[in-house]
Structures are given as structure tokens and as C-alpha cells.
């Protein structure tokens, strides 16, 4: 049997309170990965940084574009979302 891949947005609340929004496909090592100082350079100086919100998408690309989306959004339409999207 073969194992589903699952394709994971996820938002990332660093240290100053700013948000970071990715794409992976193992999000407990991507987190980990930012944490580590390996991951993004915006993340590096913002350590250490909690996984505040995450969704689960069938495809690479539907994922994708959810982090791409996310990103066209204020910070105030951020904090809705996630908020939401918690519901």
C-alpha cells in the first residue's frame, strides 16, 4: 500500500510576533528545520517560532496557492482567518 503524501500551508508565529507562511510536506520537521536557523532566512533572526495554524491540502500546488493567497492578506484579514478557520 502506498502512502499518501499530504501537503501542508502553514503560518508560524515567530518571536516578534510577526507571521511566516510556507509550504511543506512535513510540517514537524519544517518547524523544526526553522527553529534549527536552517529554515528561512526571515525565520533566523525571529527564533523561536510556534506553528500557530496549519491546513492539509491533496496537492502540492493546492497548498501552494493557499500560502500564496494568505500572503495577499492584511494582517487583520490574517488574524480573521486564522481565527475562522479555528472554527
Not at 514537524?28 to 536552517?38: C, Q, S, Y
Not at 501552494?64 to 482567518?81: D, V
Amino acid at each position: 500500500m502506498e502512502k499518501k503524501i499530504e501537503h501542508f500551508f502553514y503560518v508560524l508565529e515567530c518571536r516578534d510576533g510577526s507571521y511566516y507562511a510556507g509550504y511543506t510536506n512535513d510540517l514537524a520537521r519544517r518547524v523544526r528545520v526553522h527553529n534549527e536557523g536552517k529554515g528561512a532566512k526571515y525565520t533566523r533572526a525571529k527564533r523561536p517560532v510556534h506553528c500557530i495554524y496549519y491546513e492539509t491540502y491533496e496537492t502540492k500546488r493546492k497548498a501552494m496557492q493557499a500560502e500564496y493567497q494568505f500572503k495577499q492578506l492584511s494582517r487583520q484579514e490574517k488574524e480573521r482567518y486564522i481565527k475562522m478557520e479555528d472554527k
